[in-house]
């Protein structure tokens, strides 16, 4: 069963711009964590937010969450054609320590 | 510092046969995961383990067996392998217990022809 879906499911912006991508979940969580994952290889960790945090930032990275819509949001600003790459939700769920469940990802392009 | 690695990185194997796929961590991390990512379902959880000798089911574990007898390995092993079960395996590691992020290995990109 997916947690997470990813919306949308691919994005093409210009360097430069910002990009948002949006995670719905659908019960209870611990956290909720975002990784990227570039074309070929494994999936790199890039933030976690928790139950009880509403938003968090991480250099060019800012997460929020809403437990009370089941949503998350990643935004990257002045995005980078470095920053292309895939990009998935992962939701720790209440009573379920260090499982993860992932979404199907958000394919970000990032053109110069 | 080579961190998580695994092996072979591609393999090719006929219908029926056995495979093992290698993970290796160098950090001591108590939790072990294995996941499946195929097109359109993104990554499943198969197998995952929280120390030597405690392993547990994860969503998608018909077809593969696991074991751990050092805290550092995680092989994955594909009984009778099924064209079902091409897709790219990734392990993963965490340090701790809940709240904490996994560490991916390269992956492992798997055909059952």
């Known amino acids: 069963s997916q947690q997470g879906e990813e919306d949308p499911q691919a994005l093409s912006i210009q360097e430069g711009e910002n990009a948002t991508m949006n995670c719905s979940y659908k019960t209870s969580i611990n956290n909720l964590q975002w990784y990227r994952q570039n074309s070929g290889r494994g999936l790199v960790h890039l933030i976690l937010?928790?139950?009880?945090?509403r938003e968090k930032h991480s250099g060019r990275l800012r997460v929020t969450l809403d437990t009370s819509k089941k949503s998350s949001s990643l935004l990257i600003t002045a995005s980078r054609a470095a920053d292309t790459a895939s990009y998935f939700c992962?939701?720790?769920?209440?009573?379920?320590?260090?499982?993860?469940?992932f979404g199907t990802g958000t394919r970000l392009q990032v053109t110069l | 510092d080579a961190g998580i690695t695994q092996s072979p990185r591609y393999k090719i194997t006929e219908t029926g046969r056995q495979v093992t796929l290698m993970c290796h961590q160098t950090?001591?991390?108590?939790?072990m995961f294995w996941y499946r990512q195929d097109l359109g379902h993104g990554l499943r959880l198969i197998y995952y383990s929280a120390a030597a000798d405690i392993t547990d089911k994860g969503e998608v574990p018909d077809g593969y067996v696991v074991s751990r007898s050092k805290t550092e390995n995680f092989p994955l092993t594909l009984e009778s392998a099924t064209r079902s079960q091409t897709s790219v395996y990734f392990c993963?590691?965490?340090?701790?217990?809940?709240?904490?992020?996994?560490?991916f290995g390269p992956g492992t990109r798997l055909t059952v022809t």
């Open positions: 950090w001591s991390h108590s939790y």
């Open positions: 937010i928790r139950s009880n945090e």
């Open positions: 993963a590691s965490s340090e701790y217990r809940g709240n904490y992020e996994q560490y």
């Open positions: 992962a939701t720790e769920q209440t009573g379920t320590a260090s499982k993860l469940t």
